[in-house]
Nanobody, 121 residues
């Protein structure tokens, strides 16, 4: 069964930190690149961080130096450590492979459960 279950979101003040986790089924995690995406209200979903199976990482400019992506290949889990959070980081965060897993059953990308991050004072 294909699964992506993100957790760890919440309400945090500007400057605070959160650590997101995502448990993925093996059929998705075994793909070379995993990533964290986010979607804010009224905006398109964007890829904010990616990591290869070997641990190479990349980040969108807006989070460089503040976010760190990591993965535990033994646990099929991807993490996103978010520091120095800003109100602009407010969004629903999802993990997925890059490119996103395509469901043949539903004939569309499968996103699974996201986790809401709200940065506000």
């Amino acid at each position: 069964q294909v699964q992506l279950v993100a957790s760890g979101g919440g309400l945090v003040q500007p400057g605070g930190s959160l650590r997101l986790s995502c448990a993925a089924s093996g059929s998705i995690f075994s793909r070379s690149v995993m990533g964290w995406y986010r979607q804010a209200p009224g905006k398109q979903r964007e890829l904010v961080a990616g990591i290869t199976s070997g641990g190479n990482t990349n980040y969108v400019d807006s989070v460089k130096g503040r976010f760190t992506i990591s993965r535990d290949n033994a646990k099929n889990t991807v993490y996103l450590q978010m520091n120095s959070l800003k109100p602009d980081d407010t969004a629903n965060y999802y993990c997925n492979s890059n490119p996103p897993y395509y469901s043949q059953t539903y004939r569309r990308p499968y996103w699974g459960q996201g986790t809401q991050v709200t940065v506000s004072s």
